[in-house]
């Protein structure tokens, strides 16, 4: 099956750093990333969608020079936040759709998740 | 825009059947996806119903009816594994494979 890798799974770090995060499918092509936000207990909150070679479409409310999105390859897409800070705190998952033989559609693949702590 | 809406808590007991409703409100609806969520981990995909009626896949099952603009997600046999939240999703056209997701419901299974 469609396996999409995710890291770090957790990071903690000092408020005004910067955090990157990866966001791998495995065994397909992914022609489109999707990067969610997640508070504890609460639903998942679309942040942006990126196409593989092209900018990245951000939600309402979603600061795109705050959190930076990368989809260079079909296979790779970074969501990089930056001057983290203490608000920013939270759980970030990203998915991933695509093409291919043994990929089923209409469905989203998801990342295990980072879980990220800004002190 | 589009709006869904689930009962955010539900608990039944281990081999009993629980039904999951999901209500939405959205323009150029194509398709209802139902996903599970276990504490800490990743959503992982259970069901996609862009037709009406049911759908079966083992103990689970989910229905859509695109007229009444519902749809559920039904789990027999409950276990303590399923104890989990479950999120309903709509994906409308034109907009890929993108999905809106509903505030999901916290499933507990007890003895």
């Known amino acids: 099956g469609a396996v999409v890798s995710q890291h770090p799974s957790w990071v903690i770090c000092k408020s005004g750093t910067s955090v990157k995060i990866e966001c791998r499918s495995l065994d397909f092509q992914a022609t489109t990333m999707f990067w969610y936000r997640q508070f504890p207990k609460q639903s998942l909150m679309l942040m942006a969608t990126?196409?593989?070679?092209?900018?990245?479409?951000?939600e309402q409310g979603v600061e795109k020079d705050k959190f930076l999105i990368n989809h260079a390859s079909l296979t790779l897409s970074t969501l990089t936040v930056t001057s983290a800070h203490p608000e920013d705190s939270s759980f970030y998952i990203c998915?991933?759709?695509?093409?291919?033989?043994?990929?089923?559609?209409?469905?989203?693949?998801f990342g295990a998740g980072t879980r990220l702590s800004v002190l | 825009g589009q709006s869904l809406e689930q009962p955010s808590e539900v608990t039944a007991v281990e081999g009993a059947i629980v039904q999951i409703n999901c209500t939405y409100q959205t323009s150029g609806f194509y398709g209802l996806s139902w996903y599970q969520q276990h504490d800490g981990g990743a959503p992982t995909f259970l069901s996609y119903?862009?037709?009406?009626g049911l759908e079966e896949t083992g103990r689970f099952s989910s229905f859509l009816s695109r007229s009444d603009s519902y749809g559920y997600l039904l789990l027999q046999e409950l276990q303590m594994k399923d104890s989990a939240s479950y999120f309903c999703a709509v994906r409308v056209y034109n907009a890929g494979n993108m999905l809106t997701f509903g505030g999901g419901t916290r499933l507990m299974v007890k003895p």
């Open positions: 998915s991933a759709s695509g093409t291919g033989s043994t990929l089923a559609k209409n469905i989203q693949y």
């Open positions: 119903n862009a037709l009406d």
């Open positions: 990126s196409n593989e070679g092209s900018k990245a479409t951000y």
